[in-house]
Every structure is written in C-alpha cells, then in structure tokens.
C-alpha cells in the first residue's frame, strides 16, 4: 500500500511520537528482570506479546509497575536471580520472544517452573535452545511432545560444561536468548557458545558469555563486535 505525503505548511510546529518497538521492548523488560534493583523502560510498546511478557514475569514473582499512559514499566530486578519459591506456572502465549527468552532465564535460574503456550507456540521451533539449554545442566520434563511446549523445568545442575553448540537456522532468538541470560550463568570461567547458521554459505557465529557480563560476538569473518 502506497501512502501519500502532503508538504508541511510553513510557520507551523509539529510533535510526533514514534511507536515503540515490540522488539525492543521484550529485550528491554528481560533486561530490567536481570538487573540489581528498579529499572524504568520507557517508551514501550504495549501490544499482545508484551503484555504476555510483563504477565509473565509477574508470575515469576518480579515487581512490575505498569503505567501505560506514559508509555513505561518499573522492574525490580534482582541481580541475574529470579525469585525463589515452589514450581509456578508461567505462560509465554505466542510471544516468540517471551517463549525463548523467559524460557532461558527460568532454566537457567535453578529453579521449577511449569512453563505453557497457545496451541500455535507449541508448533514453532523450540528444540535447539532446550537441548543447549540441557547440554548446560537444565533438567526438563516435556508434557506432550519432546522438546515443545507445555514443559516443566525441574532445576539445573553445574555438569561441567564450558561450550554448547547451537543452531539458529530456525531463530536467532534461540542465540538472543542465550546471550541475555548467559549471565546467569555462575561458573567462573564462564560459557561458551557455538552457534552455526548453516544456510549463510556455513557462516558460524562464536559468542562467549560469564558471570562478568562481559560478551563478544565473534562472525565468521572475524570481525570482533562487543555486545
């Protein structure tokens, strides 16, 4: 569809508020939950996956202040630690960001959670990021078909492991996810993760993560980008 723009007309001003961004929006809440203490996002996107995102993480038990005419929400992070507690229930919906990255966050807390989708969740990709996830030391339990939704995450144990493969041909948010909350991640040298997209003329992307929070992303031409 083509749009047509009028000229402005001289000696007039003009305010316009650009959307926020779905997008962006999702990363910046899972960013305010890993944090220490109370992070203000502005500028959000309200749409159905962010709310599913923010409903989430208030199951989980994260303080979220919501003020939706000033466009911001208020998280009280806690540190890259979620709040401890029995198994809660949390639903991701058909958020693809909240299903890969709350997801992440959850399994690599430690903690029990029974995580659950729309039926259209349950038939998007879901298993390179869970069998990274479980190469880490996270324990699932899967309630109707391996490696989708609904699933139970029964805790994670240290294995060991320092390097993980994972292939992002179906999703970068399987890497989006990793990278986020790698930093929950506790062992002191840290994790290293090995992404391949194989449709890229076998382009690989290196990514390396601690407990430091400090990340590099490593493309195949070598070219070293901080993130």
Known sequence: MDYQCKPLKNGR????????SKSITNRALLLGALAEGKTLVRGVLFSEDSRVFMK?????GFSVKIDEEKKEVE?????????TGPERNVYVGSA??????????????????LVESSEQMKARPMEPLLRALE??????????KPYAFPFRICGRKENGVREVDL????????LSALLL??????????????????????????????ADRRKQLFCGSGTDVSV
């Open 13 to 20: 001003s003009y305010k316009v508020t650009v959307p926020g």
């Open 96 to 113: 693809g960001t909240a299903a890969r990255f709350l997801t992440a966050m959850l399994a690599l807390s430690g903690e029990h959670f």
């Open 167 to 174: 292939n992002i041909d179906a999703s970068s948010q399987f």
């Open 181 to 210: 909350s790698g930093v929950m991640c506790n062992e002191d040298k840290g994790c290293k993760i090995l992404c391949a997209h194989i449709h890229e003329d076998d382009g690989r992307i290196w990514c390396s993560c601690g």
């Open 56 to 60: 989430a993480l208030e199951e989980i």
């Open 135 to 144: 190469m880490l030391g996270v324990t699932f339990e899967y309630l109707e």
């Open 75 to 83: 998280i009280e992070g806690l540190g890259g630690r979620v709040p």
